[in-house]
């Protein structure tokens, strides 16, 4: 029998949940289908050793409940993946969400109808209809393994970092390759480079890290933490991308560079993403100061590894610092000072197959026991492309999408009514604090479901017009940042499809700016929505 709700949420992380609570609220009968054997998302999947918040936890937390955030104390300043998935559980007990998730239900296709309900359908056969659906499926979360001859061949033990085992794995005294050097990677490998016996790197690109600086929460701080938990709220609506650290009031440009180059030295120690976010107004838009920013970090690096060739290959080549999310760092670049890890660069000598036993870069073969992927993701896009979608008239979201992915302010799609993707393209979560934004577009939706009940409307859909300026927009808010000289990120679809690969899939105009335009075509009674 097909049990037809209120409103279907898909996916159990952190966006999921929050619609789940929000949607009830509203009084909606709300299902949620979660592909995983538990709640999480994210903090599900990626379980991999050294698995943390890049963000401090306690901006990466809920804001919604008082009561919540007074009974969760976080351990760390940057949490890691067990603590935030014990913390994502305690929310869904204590707001009775679980009986409302269905697990190990991974939606296969979504469906409208002419009864404007959609159907949504598992892979194993489970369907469910409602007048609402809820893309609640993450930023990143359609991991992708390389395409390399021979992937599947490998008679070792083959693990992506985004769909680690539960079990613990041991990798004392093995042969471990690591493919990748993204903030996943440098994660993983300050964690198991001690153990393995031996752990090969294989990097292609390497990345500005900056240090994380993680310490235990001491009682002062957790009491302290917890008296300005609002004001820290409004600091992250304030700053540009979401987080404690708001750029300097002033460009580099113009400071002599003495002081500069301290004020980098005190944001290093500060660490987090303090020289990323927190460093001068200029360091986005102005390729001489942020290469000072990256000569200072290279200054680092060479400093801190002991062989100079290889510091010299951990320096990245191809991009200047700011322009891809830094990967914050512990002891990273020390690691490569240990006798059993080897950094193999990718740019220099490519892969050119895997085999049974390993990794053949070139001339060379390297044997292993294990072989980690920390690859990435199709981001933005990949999960919603891995079902099947139909809106109006049978038209597909993969046709909808051939010359690229089109949204209105990242959640509507035109010619898909009463659908909502909570993290679409084009929204700012990804420079950003993805709480924050997930909880800001939640509200909206369930504002605007809200707004449809009180006034008789019965669906809501982006019209193709407001989808276009949107989207255009997004294009736009690139412009003069140095982030569009380095389209070779996620940011730009680099592991997606053809038709997605080399779109801007994101909104760069800031937190600040885009909760005002939220608000806006909401106050404008959903401006660029058709409401029926
Ligand atoms: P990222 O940042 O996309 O990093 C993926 C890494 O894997 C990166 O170093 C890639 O090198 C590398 N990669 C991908 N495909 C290949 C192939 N085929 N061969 C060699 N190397 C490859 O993903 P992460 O999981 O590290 O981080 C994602 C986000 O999660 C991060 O921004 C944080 O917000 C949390 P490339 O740079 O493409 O040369």
Not at 212 to 218: A, M, T
Not at 246 to 267: C, F, I, N
Not at 272 to 290: K, M, P, Q, R
Not at 493 to 503: A, L, P
Request: some cysteine.
């Amino acid at each position: 029998m097909t049990q037809t709700y209120d409103a279907i949420v898909i996916g159990a992380g952190v966006s999921g949940l929050y619609s789940l609570y929000r949607l009830r609220e509203l009084g909606l009968d709300t299902r949620v289908f979660e592909a995983g054997t538990g709640l999480g998302g994210t903090w599900y999947w990626n379980r991999y050793p050294g698995a943390r918040f890049d963000s401090e936890s306690y901006t990466y937390q809920y804001s919604f409940s008082e009561e919540l955030i007074d009974e969760w104390e976080w351990s760390e300043h940057f949490a890691a993946q067990p603590e935030i998935e014990r913390y994502l559980h305690f929310v869904a007990d204590k707001f009775d969400l679980k009986p409302h998730i269905e697990l190990n239900a991974r939606v296969a296709t979504v469906r409208y109808d002419d009864d404007k309900h959609w159907t949504v359908e598992t892979e194993d056969g489970r369907r469910a209809r409602a007048r609402f659906v809820i893309a609640a499926t993450g930023l990143l979360s359609a991991h992708q393994l390389p395409d390399y001859e021979g992937v599947e061949d490998f008679a070792g033990q083959s693990l992506h970092t985004a769909r680690w085992p539960k079990e613990t794995i041991d990798f004392s005294g093995k042969r471990v390759g690591i493919i990748g050097s993204g903030p996943t990677a440098v994660q993983i490998i300050q964690e198991i480079a001690a153990e393995a016996g031996h752990l090969f790197v294989f990097q292609r690109t390497a990345n500005w890290c900056t240090p994380l600086r993680n310490r235990p929460i001491d009682p002062e701080e957790q009491r302290d933490l917890k008296a300005r938990a609002a004001e820290i709220f409004e600091i992250c609506k304030r700053t540009f991308a979401g987080f404690l650290h708001g750029e300097h009031s002033v460009p580099g440009e113009g400071v002599p560079k003495v002081e500069r180059w301290a004020h980098y030295q005190e944001l290093y120690d500060e660490g987090g993403f303090a020289l990323w976010l927190g460093n001068y107004s200029d360091t986005f838009t102005n390729a001489e100061i942020a290469g000072e920013v990256a000569e200072f970090l290279a200054e680092k690096i060479r400093e801190r590894v002991d062989d100079p060739e290889t510091a010299e290959k951990l320096i990245p080549k191809s991009h200047t610092f700011g322009t891809k999310r830094c990967p914050g760092e512990r002891d990273y670049y020390e690691q490569f000072n240990r006798d059993n890890v080897s950094l193999i660069d990718l740019r220099a000598t490519p892969i050119t197959r895997i085999t049974e036993d390993g990794i053949e870069t070139g001339d060379t073969h390297r044997d292993l026991d294990v072989i980690i992927y920390a690859t990435g993701f199709q981001a933005l896009t990949g999960e919603l492309m891995r079902m099947d979608i139909y809106g109006e008239g049978g038209r597909s979201l993969r046709e909808h999408w051939s010359d690229g992915p089109k949204t209105n302010l990242g959640i509507q799609f035109s010619g898909f009514p009463n659908m909502f993707a909570v993290l679409g393209p084009h929204n700012p979560a990804t420079f950003c604090n993805i709480t924050r934004c997930a909880e800001n577009n939640v509200d909206w939706i369930v504002g605007c479901i809200r707004y449809m009940r009180e006034n008789g409307y019965e669906t809501v859909v982006t019209t193709a017009e407001a989808e276009e300026a949107w989207t255009q927009r997004c294009y736009d808010s690139l412009k003069g940042l140095l982030i569009e000289q380095m389209q070779d990120s996620w940011f730009f679809g680099t592991n997606n499809d053809e038709n997605i690969r080399g779109r801007f899939l994101l909104f760069a105009g800031g937190v600040p700016l885009y909760r005002e335009i939220f608000a806006d075509v909401a106050a404008k009674g959903y401006e660029g929505f058709e409401l029926r």
